[in-house]
């Protein structure tokens, strides 16, 4: 089995879950500091879709791309738990995000500029991800206080897309998709939190297997945010 087919078996999955959100994972002294976040803002994305090779993620068919855009930024994540005294911890998160992309770009050529070829692509994805951290300033903000957090997460991921695009990087044809469904998602960031202010930069996104293709989405945003505790 694959890796990435561990999030096509949901009970898999939940244990994967369980055992992450478990309190027993970490020193319980510290749980009751802590909250969940609920976290609503803005971002300024910048999206790619890729349709690569299912048996080979080296080769790529073709990119659609969006450039910048600013979308409503919906999150949730539970509360820390650090590893006993240190300062690596983790939590769990969920993220919504929507796109439109209407640009063409080549992934093997950099200085190819995005290009209107009369494709694009809308839908949305999500996460449901445990989170690795390490963190700096305070473990915990209850009302007052900064901390700082480089992350790295691996889970379960949705995908839906409807769109079409150009094979540019192979034969050149015009494949169109509409497709929805649970992959794995893989997620890298490093976040700021002041009080109830929140301000991330994130990278990353969900994948997912149909037939003969991947369909693999890249966001790199910047995020900012307010946090509401409970």
């Not at 659609?64 to 994540?77: A, M, R, V, W």
């Not at 999500?126 to 480089?150: A, C, E, M, Q």
């Not at 997620?187 to 996104?205: A, P």
């Not at 297997?209 to 946090?227: N, P």
Request: proline content about 4%.
């Amino acid at each position: 089995m694959k890796y990435r087919d561990v999030f096509h078996h949901p009970a898999l999955y939940c244990i994967w879950l369980l055992i992450c959100s478990s309190p027993a994972f970490s020193q319980t002294q510290y749980l009751h500091q802590d909250t969940s976040k609920f976290i609503i803002g803005i971002t300024s994305q910048s999206i790619d879709l890729e349709v690569n090779d299912a048996e080979n993620p080296f080769i790529t068919y073709g990119q659609l791309t969006s450039g910048s855009s600013t979308e409503l930024l919906i999150s949730y994540q539970t509360p820390s738990r650090y590893f006993d005294n240190s300062r690596w911890g983790y939590f769990v998160e969920f993220a919504y995000k929507h796109y439109l992309l209407s640009m063409q770009d080549s992934p093997y050529n950099p200085d190819i500029e995005p290009t209107d070829l009369s494709t694009s692509a809308e839908g949305r994805f999500y996460h449901l991800t445990p989170v690795l951290f390490y963190s700096w300033g305070d473990r915990f903000i209850v009302n007052k206080g900064s901390l700082s957090r480089f992350g790295i997460g691996l889970g379960m991921g949705y995908l839906q897309a409807d769109g079409d695009i150009i094979f540019t990087e192979t034969d050149g044809q015009t494949h169109g998709f509409s497709l929805d469904g649970f992959g794995n998602s893989i997620i890298v960031f490093f976040d700021y939190q002041r009080d109830n202010l929140y301000v991330r930069v994130n990278g990353g996104g969900p994948s997912l297997q149909r037939g003969i293709y991947d369909y693999e989405i890249f966001d790199f945003s910047f995020d900012i945010g307010y946090i509401i505790r409970f």
